[in-house]
């Protein structure tokens, strides 16, 4: 190494500890952040079950989560463009106390509709949370990019034991309100959270990315753009479109609420376990591949849950059903940073998402009137549809542009 180069790395190093600092921070908080959809999807079907006027309506506090997802991202964007994304970081952790606070109160009080306004707060904070990963990727280099993505979304592992975990030891503290003491314990750890994201330091939004860049209209005729976003919803939506039914399909199948549990917990684990490697498989392999394995462990989820109901089979399901989704929304995201210019980022990045949660609301909506009026194996046959729609998309791509390595 030359005399030049040895100054530069000594001064880049700093910068360097510093943005591996904020990765693992974010990390941290997706861990703790994580927790509050662990809870509401552990938690909503059976308190929409019990507090509901019609059975129907027992999966609406999640397709009501997923709505807040899908309605946030866009102001979350426009809050991360306008004031950096610290500020969007503590707005979301403001809604998952609220979250916290008005589920418990609405239990307490048997307040059905309360309760579809806390998860709305809840998928406030979620769609908040999801945006850790870019901003991930703001804090490093373009080279390491893939994997500062992927190493946040790994710390989704420890919120699948701190979530479910959380649910078995709390949901019989505070009788007869099951579930009340856990949504109080979830808004304790949504303040731990906010005070780990302080020590963030994000890049602030410059000149030039307050001002926009390219047209939109522009940026999403992209096919690789296009391609994308299909994978993206696919992989998002089938994920909780599945595991969304699942624990009540399990309880309505006769299964404990602690099997549920731990089956939910097992599924996060795997959604965000990847998550250690998923980033050097994209570097490797290209993110159409990664993604590509991605569906095909959705279809293969899909299948086992038609085999069987019994413990073994809900929690193979959920697994496959995880793994499949890191592996395809991750490499979906890592697609999308290869469709905008760096002033364009939270624009592409929150319109992308919103596009992905606004879907997924509603395959939310349809899952539990799916379980409820056909069953288990019909939530699960309808899955397969999307999943060929999203393979078709990806041939198409990789036919247009041969050659190109997606990495």
């Known amino acids: 190494m030359s005399h030049v180069d040895a100054n530069t790395a000594t001064a880049l190093a700093p910068a360097i500890r510093s943005g591996n600092a904020d990765v693992l921070r974010l990390a941290i908080a997706q861990a703790l952040a994580g927790a509050n959809s662990a809870v509401v999807y552990a938690t909503g079907a059976i308190v929409g079950n019990i507090l509901a006027p019609s059975k129907a309506l027992a999966t609406l506090p999640i397709s009501i989560f997923v709505v807040g997802m899908a309605a946030c991202t866009l102001p979350a964007g426009v809050i991360a463009r306008q004031y950096g994304r610290r500020a969007a970081f503590l707005t979301g952790t403001g809604c998952g106390v609220l979250v916290g606070l008005l589920a418990a109160l609405a239990i307490v009080l048997g307040s059905f509709w309360l309760f579809c306004l806390g998860t709305f707060f809840g998928g406030a904070y979620a769609a908040v949370v999801l945006s850790f990963r870019f901003a991930a990727a703001d804090c490093v280099p373009p080279a390491r990019r893939p994997r500062a993505l992927s190493a946040v979304m790994a710390g989704g592992v420890f919120a699948g034991v701190i979530g479910p975990q959380l649910v078995t030891y709390t949901m019989d503290l505070w009788q007869p309100y099951m579930f009340a003491a856990t949504f109080l314990a979830q808004a304790a750890v949504a303040v731990i959270c906010a005070l780990v994201l302080l020590g963030v330091h994000v890049p602030m939004p410059t000149a030039a990315e307050v001002a926009g860049g390219r047209p939109l209209g522009n940026i999403v005729r992209q096919p690789r753009f296009i391609t994308a976003v299909i994978c ?128 997924m609301a509603a395959g939310s909506f349809s899952s539990g009137s799916l379980l409820t009026a056909y069953g288990w194996d019909t939530v699960l046959w309808v899955s397969f549809l999307p999943l060929a729609v999203a393979l078709a998309a990806l041939a198409i791509t990789a036919s247009s542009r041969p050659g190109r390595a997606a990495g």
């Open 232 to 359: 993206g919803v696919v992989s998002y939506t089938l994920m909780n479109f599945i595991m969304t039914a699942a624990p009540l399909a399990m309880r309505l199948c006769g299964l404990s609420q602690e099997s549920s549990n731990l089956g939910l917990q097992w599924h996060i684990i795997a959604m965000y376990g990847p998550g250690f490697f998923t980033g050097r498989l994209i570097t490797r392999f290209g993110a159409p591949r990664v993604v590509t394995a991605g569906l095909a462990l959705t279809a293969v989820s899909a299948v086992i849950g038609l085999t069987g109901v019994d413990v073994a089979h809900f929690w193979l399901t959920l697994i496959l059903l995880g793994l499949g989704w890191n592996f395809g929304f991750v490499g979906a995201s890592a697609l999308v940073l290869e469709c905008h210019r760096p002033e364009e980022r939270t624009r592409v990045q929150s319109l992308n998402d919103f596009l992905v949660f606004g879907t």
